[in-house]
Every structure is written in C-alpha cells, then in structure tokens.
C-alpha cells in the first residue's frame, strides 16, 4: 500500500526549531475565517501554511508539494475529511491532525482508526492546535541517524525508529515478510514499551508518550494505537506475541529486544 510512495514520504530536513526551511502545514478548513485565523497562529509559530478549503485540493496540495503536517477539517464540501484522510493514507505517512465539530468518541475513535495522529474537537482555542501541532513535529522531526534499528523476537520485527518502516517474518516458514510503515504515535508507543520489554506501563504513561501532553481526559488514544499496532503487525491480543493487555493496568511488550 505505501510502496512506490517515496516521493509523498519525503520529509523534509527542517523543524519548528528553526533549523532550516519552516515546516510546511496544509490546513484544510472551509470556514474562510476560521482557515485564516489557523494560517495566522500556525504562521506566528514560524510555520509555512498552505490553506484549502475543499477535498480534492487538499489530496491535490499533498501530491504537489512535501507536507509535514495535514490540519484536516471532516465536514468539507465535495469529498469530507474522511475519504481525504483514505487517500493520503495510501500514499503516505504524513502526520494527520483533525480539528472537526464531530466530537463523539465514536467519531473521534473512528478518526484515529483510520491512521489520524491526533484529534482536535470543536470549538477549540487556537493556542490549543498550535501546541498539538508544535507536539507532533517534534515527535516527527529529523531524528538522530545513529538510533538503532528496533529489532523483536530473533529479528522477527524490525522497525527503523527513523523512517518508522518496518519489516515482519511471515509466520510460515520461507514466506515473504511483511513490510509498511507506523505512524508517528504508533512507532512512539511501540518504542516505549520496548524500551522496557515485560514491564507494565500505564495507560496514562502511554497516553504522555504518544500525545506528548501530561493531562488528557481522552485516553482512548493508547487503546486505539495498540489496536492499530496489533492489527498491522499481526498481533492476536487473545494469544499476543508483540503486546499484551494487563487488564486495570496498561500494556506490556512480551516479545523480547534484541540486542543490536
Ligand atoms: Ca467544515
């Protein structure tokens, strides 16, 4: 599904920090004044904005130029956020970041589902997206080249903790592994609890972790990340090889780390 999509999964050497280039924010947003306002605090913060207001110019926006972070709307004229997120989900790994009025757990649990990073309800304070966007591009961010490639059960999972690709044995013996991407949430959980393989850890370390914000009512994110994790890796959490539930507790990695 994302093979052959090097282009879309170029990111581009530059941070918030302010190294090089600022990074480069599509906001989709059809209220033109809320748009404008989002393209004023993003470009406040240092941020490049390019602000749409429909669908397909946003799938559009995606292909034409490297994105480091999508701001995506759900209600939209012409194709809604969901299928804007399908579409660049099979092109890319690019972090997703919806601000919507859909403020369900349901709806948010489904955004999540489909590969979202985080999830945004409105009405929201302007300050509040600037500091969820700042979290995710210093969570995706250019990473220490020298961090070593995740390695579980006798190399049975690689993850390159970088690009967040990852390779998996097939299950059958000379079957042609498995390979794909995590997403920025995905690959920090899976780091975290390898980082201390048999150990619980909490769902509110988890959530911090992930979202990188120590206070979160929301904590359903963890869940949802693990579910998506199990169900790329082809993890069974009734007989789990990579990550088990402790029920009242949180998670623990059972599989063992290898030593690099
Ligand atoms: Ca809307």
Redo the contacts with the bound molecule.
Sequence with gaps: MLAGSSQLLHRRPDTIRGMAAPAHILVV???PRLGELLRLYLQRDGLRVTLVGDGPSAIEAVRRAPVDLVVL????PGLDGEAVLAAIREQSDIPVLIAS?KRSDAERIAGLRMGADDYLAKPFNPHELTARVAAILRRTGPRDTTVDMLSLDGGRLVLDPQSRRYTLASPKPGGAPTRGSLTPGEAALLAALARRPGSVLGREHLLEVVTRRPYEVYDRVVDVHVANLRRKLGDDPSRPWLIETIPQAGYRLVASRDRP
């Design positions: 947003e059809d209220e709307d759900l209600m939209l009025a």
